[in-house]
């Protein structure tokens, strides 16, 4: 009968590459989180002080309470009343009016022209898309001169194509580089497959690239409305009482009492702008996600 035979001895360094691999994917992981945490509230907190101080009492408007003190509902009524000059109601409409029309007709154009510098094959091309990031890096502040003058000898002053036609010549550039890059991953063959069973150009355009770009279509409507929405400069300069934006109405805010800066109110407003773009985020966040990371990853 053989004798058994004994067992090798553990070798203790071993597993010690895999507890290294272990702790250094442990290690990775806490990183990237606390590196989320950090952005998120380096965003979300100069909005949370924002709705803390839109909600103190008037008299108390430089309270260092991280919590909400003094509550009061106050600001908001300021806000909203016109006794004081303040047209912030009619200020939203305007807003809204010249956000949508700057998007429709932006995405409107910016979807042909990125069809047109995705798909279709001409000379000069790349020349085209240096132009239209050129135009992005154009500073507005160089415009303002030129077009109130022009607008000014036409009569367009206080109007809204006054604001309409400079903010969708800020947003066109945006539209058109966002969905030429996600044009180009788009699955031409299936417009290929369209057209030999007899689609019209339009109707595969339509029936087949459209529908699968409609995550790009979201969110570049959505980022070309933020930057509507948040345009100051040339408002300010184009505008009048009756078609001036958000913007422009709450730097030209009135306080609850005369010979005060409106530093409440002025937050109160700034909470009445944000919520609509949390909520339009909120709603198509799905499809803003989605068509942020198409065409990031091959297969």
Sequence with gaps: MAAPTAAPPIDPTRDAPRTQRTKSKRAANVRTYLGVVLIVLWGLIPFYWMVVTSLRDVDYTFATDFWPTHVTMANFNTVFSTERGNHFGSALVNSLIIGVSTTIIALLVGIFAAYALANLKFRGKFL??????????FPGV????????????????????????????????????TLTAFFREMPWELEEAARIDGATPAQAFRLIILPLAAPGLFTTAILA????WNEFLIASQLSDDSTQPVTVAIASFAGSQPHQEPYTAVMAAGTVVTIPLIIVVLLFQRRIVSGLTAGGVKG
């Design 225 to 228: 409305f933020i930057a509507s």
């Design 128 to 137: 085209v898309m240096g132009f239209i990031l050129g135009a992005s890096m």
């Design 142 to 177: 160089a415009l303002v001169t030129p077009l109130f003058s022009l607008f000014t000898d036409i009569g367009w002053i206080g109007q809204y194509q006054a604001l309409i036609i400079p903010n969708i010549s800020f947003v066109l550039p945006l539209t058109v580089y």
